[in-house]
Nanobody, 120 residues
Framework: QVQVVESGGGLVQAGGSLRPSCAAS????????MGWYRQAPGKQRELVTV???????NYADSVKGRFTISRDSTKNTVYLQMNSLKPEDTAVYYC??????????????WGQGTQVTVSS
């Protein structure tokens, strides 16, 4: 079993910064990718950013230049540095980890989500 736990969301004024983190733990053989998704009220969940096992990153156009994903592979942890936050960034942010739990089994795991609220 694999657990994915986010922390570090909160309330911030527009223009401010937050740095939530996400840690994966449990029966981990290797991690193929970890990423952040978000879901605002009444909207579908959308990809924010992802980092591959090789360190390649992708970002949604809406966050490019403002958000940065980084990782500590020794801790199976990723961080999301969010700068210049806007009210439209308000959402529940979910961490996703694509984990190989054995040589033949790869599954995606989700965290419980962390609320980010940006006030205008």
């Amino acid at each position: 079993q694999v657990q994915v736990v986010e922390s570090g969301g909160g309330l911030v004024q527009a223009g401010g910064s937050l740095r939530p983190s996400c840690a994966a733990s449990g029966s981990i053989h290797s991690i193929n990718a970890m990423g952040w998704y978000r879901q605002a009220p009444g909207k579908q969940r959308e990809l924010v950013t992802v980092i591959s096992g090789g360190g390649n990153t992708n970002y949604a156009d809406s966050v490019k230049g403002r958000f940065t994903i980084s990782r500590d592979s020794t801790k199976n942890t990723v961080y999301l540095q969010m700068n210049s936050l806007k009210p439209e960034d308000t959402a529940v942010y979910y961490c996703n980890a694509v984990v190989q739990t054995s040589p033949s089994i790869t599954m995606a795991y989700w965290g419980q989500g962390t609320q980010v609220t940006v006030s205008s």
